[in-house]
């Protein structure tokens, strides 16, 4: 089974890891683009934390999925999917002509993701509040069965309003599952507006603290600096949860920090403009 990477060390290797996220931010859109799709803001927010996660973190061999032993993602922003499936296809969990086929009628790639879909997919998310619940019930079973793997859940902050994500950040502490870890993809917009505008967010690093959690913050977009904070020790029996300060649309000036986009999908033209603005 493939190990966790190590940390960079060679400028080369964030260069090549940058590169790949700019590659998968043009498969969204351009999944968006085809299959005329909403939620590319939130997609575009998280491509850099699955770079990090699934090119130096995860304890995952793309060749044996189903192993008993491999770490876990629960992507609990599941309408997001698309960062995720195309992250998977470079990864090589299933070739990448298959995302041509993204929410077409009958495809295993539909615009919310369910168990199997495609090798990779842990669970059905979409329905927004449960991932952190379902995350911590894998690392419980980890515990029970004596394995070794970790669990990881990627949350949407407007998704953290939901009172279920309170009550298991109130359990997986007194349960001491230090094999759980959850990623706030903090990108401050969710459908309707401002997430700080909408409910009471902040002090949203010390709110994780007070709950029990080893709680660090990072730049969402610094593929080092989460790999770092991702891999730096921490008490065993403590869960961490990372605050990822994200922008919302990044990667593309025009659709960057602007809730316009959260319904919106690009037209060719524009889809062209933002190829060139990746670099590719």
């Known amino acids: 089974m493939a190990r966790t990477r190590a940390p960079f060390a060679e400028k080369s290797a964030v260069e090549d890891l940058n590169r790949v996220a700019r590659e998968i931010r043009y498969k969204v859109l351009s999944l968006s683009h085809h299959a005329q799709t909403a939620h ?45 499936y195309a992250a998977l296809a470079w990864r090589g969990f299933f070739p990448v002509e298959e995302l041509l086929h993204f929410n077409e009628e009958g495809s295993h790639l539909p ?25 911590l019930g894998m690392a419980l079973a980890a515990r029970i069965q004596q394995r070794t793997y970790k669990v990881c859940v ?23 599952l230090g094999n759980l870890t959850a990623i706030v993809d903090f990108n401050k917009l969710q459908a309707t507006g401002r997430s700080d505008e909408i409910m009471a967010m902040s002090p949203f690093k010390a709110k994780w603290q007070s709950f029990g959690w080893t709680t660090r913050e990072v730049d969402g977009h610094d593929i080092a600096a989460i790999t770092e904070a991702l891999q730096k020790t921490r008490p065993a029996d403590t869960p961490l949860a990372i605050i990822a300060n994200t922008v919302k649309g990044k990667g593309v000036s025009f659709i960057e920090d602007d809730n316009n986009w959260h319904y919106r999908s690009p037209t060719a033209d524009e889809l062209e403009k933002a190829r060139k603005e990746l670099g590719l």
């Not at 939130?42 to 304890?59: E, I, M, P, Q, T």
């Open 154 to 176: 990627l949350l949407g902050d407007g998704e953290c309003q939901e009172g279920s994500i309170w009550e298991a950040a109130m359990l997986a502490p007194r349960l001491s």
């Open 111 to 135: 615009e919310q993701p369910s168990p199997g879909c495609v090798p990779g997919i842990e669970w059905a998310t979409g329905s927004l509040g449960h991932g952190l619940g379902v995350g």
């Open 40 to 84: 590319l803001g939130g997609a575009l927010s998280s491509v850099d934390l699955l770079v990090a996660l699934y090119w130096n973190c995860l304890r995952i061999d793309p060749k044996n999925p189903a192993d008993p032993n491999r770490d876990r993602l629960i992507f609990s922003k599941g309408h997001c999917v698309s960062a995720l």
